[in-house]
């Protein structure tokens, strides 16, 4: 079994920054893609931001130029780096991954809020 916790959510101001970080712990053989969902009130899941393995990215494109998606493969860990921030990124941030021979894993989700 493995296990995704995220940590780092919080309250900003519009304008702002927050790093979202999240640990894989268990039975790790390798890691796939590692991904960055969100989820606001009254609206489906939508995916952030991925990185795969070898190191590339892709960003939805509300968050190009403001988010960086980042992992250490060492240390099992995803990281988010959110600056710019807007009332609209308000929302529950789930991290995702894809564990090599057992499929995909979801986190617990952290909730980002965004004050204007």
């Known amino acids: 079994q493995v296990q995704l916790v995220e940590s780092g959510g919080g309250l900003v101001q519009a304008g702002g920054s927050l790093r979202l970080s999240c640990s894989a712990s268990?039975?790790?053989?390798?890691?796939?893609?590692m991904r960055w969902h969100r989820q606001a009130p009254g609206k489906q899941r939508e995916l952030v931001a991925a990185?795969?393995?070898?190191?590339?990215?892709t960003y939805a494109d509300s968050v190009k130029g403001r988010f960086t998606v980042s992992r250490d493969n060492a240390e099992n860990m995803l990281y988010l780096q959110m600056n710019s921030l807007k009332p609209e990124d308000t929302a529950v941030y789930y991290c995702?991954?894809?564990?090599?021979?057992?499929?995909?894993?979801w986190g617990q989700g952290t909730q980002v809020t965004v004050s204007s």
């Open positions: 995702a991954a894809n564990f090599h021979y057992i499929g995909d894993y």
């Open positions: 990185v795969t393995s070898d190191g590339t990215t």
């Open positions: 268990g039975s790790i053989f390798r890691i796939n893609t």
